[in-house]
C-alpha cells in the first residue's frame, strides 16, 4: 500500500533486551515523526527527522532510546535495556515538508505495540 | 511545554444522541487538529483548523476553533455506533516540522 508501514507490529521482550522498530514512511516524505502512546492515553512526541537529519530529539525519555534514519528513507527506533514502563505503542508518521511554512498533515502507521515482561 | 486538556475523557451514549468534545489550552496556537483512533490503528486527520472563529463540518461532525486560537470543540449531531473511537486534538506551535503535542483523548462509545 501507500501508507506508512511499521514492523513489527507486536513485540514482547523480556526487560534487559534490546528492541529495534521499523517504519517506512510514504515515498517522498520528508518528515518522519516517531510517538509514544501509552494505554488509554494520547500520543507523545519522542523525534524528528528531516531526511536524515535528526532536528529534534527532545521528547526521547532516556538515553537508552536510538532513533536514526541513514538514507532518509526508512527509520528505526531503537530501545536498549527494555523496562517495563517503555511498554507502549510506538507510532510512525511522515509528512511531506512545504519550504515557506504552513503546516503539513501527518499520516500515521499503525504502530508497534510493545511489551515488557 | 504546550498542555492540551481534553473533556470528557470517556463518553457513552445511546444511538442518535448529539455529543461535544472540548479541547482547551492556555497556550494560543497556529493551527489545531482533530483526529480519530480505532484499536491497532494509528490516529487518522479529521480536520484541521486555522483561522480564530473558524467552524468546519464533516457531515455530521461540526468543529470549531476559538476566536483566540486557544481551545476547539467537536460536535457530533445524530451519532451513530461507527463513531466510536478515540478523538485526540492535537496542536503544533509553528510549521510542520514540529512534532505535535496531542490531549490525552476522548473514549466515545455508541451503543446501538
Known amino acids: 500500500g501507500a501508507g506508512v508501514s511499521q514492523s513489527p507490529r507486536y513485540k514482547v521482550a523480556k526487560r534487559g533486551q534490546d528492541v529495534a522498530l521499523r517504519c517506512d514512511p510514504i515515498?517522498?516524505?520528508?518528515?518522519l515523526f516517531w510517538y509514544q502512546q501509552a494505554l488509554g492515553q494520547g500520543p507523545e512526541f519522542l523525534t524528528y527527522?528531516?531526511?536524515?537529519?535528526?532536528?529534534?530529539k527532545s521528547g526521547l525519555p532516556s538515553d537508552r532510546f536510538f532513533a536514526e534514519r541513514p538514507e532518509g528513507s526508512v527509520s528505526t527506533l531503537k530501545i536498549q535495556r527494555t523496562q517495563q514502563e517503555d511498554s507502549a505503542v510506538y507510532l510512525c508518521?511522515?509528512?511531506?515538508?512545504?519550504f515557506g511554512g504552513g503546516w503539513n498533515e501527518q499520516f500515521f502507521g499503525p504502530g508497534t505495540r510493545l511489551t515488557v515482561l | 511545554t504546550q498542555l492540551l486538556e481534553q473533556s470528557p475523557q470517556f463518553l457513552s451514549i445511546q444511538e442518535g444522541e448529539n455529543l461535544t468534545v472540548y479541547c482547551n489550552s492556555s497556550?494560543?496556537?497556529?493551527?489545531l487538529q482533530w483526529y480519530r483512533q480505532e484499536p491497532g490503528e494509528g490516529p487518522v486527520l479529521l480536520v484541521t483548523?486555522?483561522?480564530?472563529?473558524e467552524v468546519k463540518k464533516l457531515k455530521r461532525l461540526t468543529f470549531q476553533f476559538g476566536d483566540a486560537r486557544k481551545d476547539s470543540s467537536l460536535h457530533i449531531t445524530a451519532a451513530q455506533p461507527g463513531d466510536t473511537g478515540l478523538y485526540l486534538c492535537?496542536?503544533?506551535?509553528?510549521?510542520?516540522?514540529?512534532?505535535?503535542?496531542f490531549g490525552k483523548g476522548t473514549h466515545l462509545i455508541i451503543q446501538p
Open positions: 508518521a511522515s509528512s511531506l515538508f512545504l
Open positions: 515515498s517522498g516524505h520528508v518528515s
Open positions: 527527522f528531516q531526511n536524515e537529519a535528526q532536528l529534534d
Open positions: 497556550s494560543v496556537f497556529s493551527s
Open positions: 483548523v486555522v483561522t480564530g472563529g
Open positions: 492535537a496542536a503544533a506551535s509553528g510549521g510542520g516540522a514540529d512534532g505535535l503535542t
